[in-house]
């Protein structure tokens, strides 16, 4: 029997080419905050490859600022195809319509079309959700509360909010509201939404720097400062904070009872004191027998980007 043998080829035929290897898929976030974009790349397990941001006057703003506070983050876009953006917006938003509806401090953003405007920005697919809702999400996916089903996490600074999910499902409708204006004192000071003893009014960096004026530690001092001067006054002035934060989360442990609350933002400046006074005011408002005794942990992050990995999660909710 004669064996023919096979022709010698020194190219392989197309169909036997190795395929290119494929292109690493890649993430976009934004958030959209008072008087702030900040906008990320990222991998499909939650890395930040790539980051930028801008700012703009939140006060005087004008649609036209904020189109060029958007177009100034768009860039990072550019680089490397994404699956989609997800924006964290503060305030009311409508995640069907890609709205963002009311925004107490930036009259710009009232009725603000930001999926459009950054669609035409990238090209990519948008989506929107408010940025309380969406840092849970990007806690649960990619941070600290991996494997819980029920935990909270917090933002803390100039824009204060509580996400919290609770037995795998997040406890806000769609563009739902962060708490920053539940009702802690009835006769409080006036808030930027027009009624009286909002959290907000007592839990922010505005009320701390307010309060430090008061107190003749200086105009402009951070939290970090604060805990960093040593000085008793300073002290008081930062528990203090601690409590009124604690205030709001207080209302969360009676409804929810969510064992894990977790600080992100300038909380981190406070240190272990600051973290210990609410953790020990919300183990006080335990009301059942049998209830997960409230733990507080502070997200270590030098940058926090837990809404941005939260934009990230809405992206992949939708592939």
Request: glycine fraction near 14%; include cysteine; hydrophobic fraction near 45%.
């Amino acid at each position: 029997m004669v064996h023919k043998s096979s022709p010698l080829r020194l190219v392989p035929d197309a169909a036997e080419q190795p395929l290119a290897p494929a292109a690493p898929r890649r993430l976009g976030a934004v958030e959209l905050v008072p008087g702030r974009v900040r906008a990320a790349v990222l991998s499909m397990a939650g890395q930040v490859l790539d980051r930028t941001e801008s700012s703009y006057d939140a006060a005087t703003a004008t649609p036209a600022d904020i189109d060029g506070a958007l177009a100034g983050v768009a860039g990072v876009f550019a680089d490397g195809e994404v699956q989609g953006i997800g924006v964290a917006a503060a305030g009311l938003v409508d995640p069907l319509t890609g709205l963002i509806l009311e925004v107490n401090d930036v009259p710009a953003l009232h009725g603000y079309p930001v999926t459009e405007r950054l669609g035409a920005l990238t090209g990519a697919g948008v989506h929107l959700e408010h940025r309380a809702r969406l840092q849970v999400l990007g806690d649960r996916w990619f941070g600290a509360g991996r494997g819980r089903r029920t935990f909270a996490s917090v933002s803390t600074g100039e824009v204060l909010g509580v996400g919290v999910l609770y037995d795998g499902e997040v406890m806000a409708p769609p563009g739902g509201r962060s708490g920053a204006h539940m009702t802690v004192s009835a006769s409080g000071e006036r808030c930027t939404c027009g009624n009286r003893g909002c959290w907000k009014t007592l839990a922010t960096t505005g009320w701390l720097r307010s309060r430090a004026r008061a107190a003749g530690l200086g105009a402009a001092v951070s939290l970090a400062e604060l805990v960093g001067s040593g000085d008793a006054l300073a002290g008081r002035v930062v528990e203090e904070y601690a409590h009124n934060l604690a205030l709001g989360l207080v209302n969360v442990q009676q409804l929810f009872a969510p064992g894990l609350f977790i600080l992100h933002g300038e909380a981190r400046d406070g240190g272990e004191r600051f973290r210990t006074v609410v953790e020990e005011r919300l183990r006080d408002a335990v009301a059942f027998a049998g209830a997960e005794q409230p733990r507080v942990l502070v997200g270590a992050a030098a940058v926090d980007d837990v809404a941005l990995l939260g934009g990230a999660g809405l992206v992949l909710s939708h592939l």
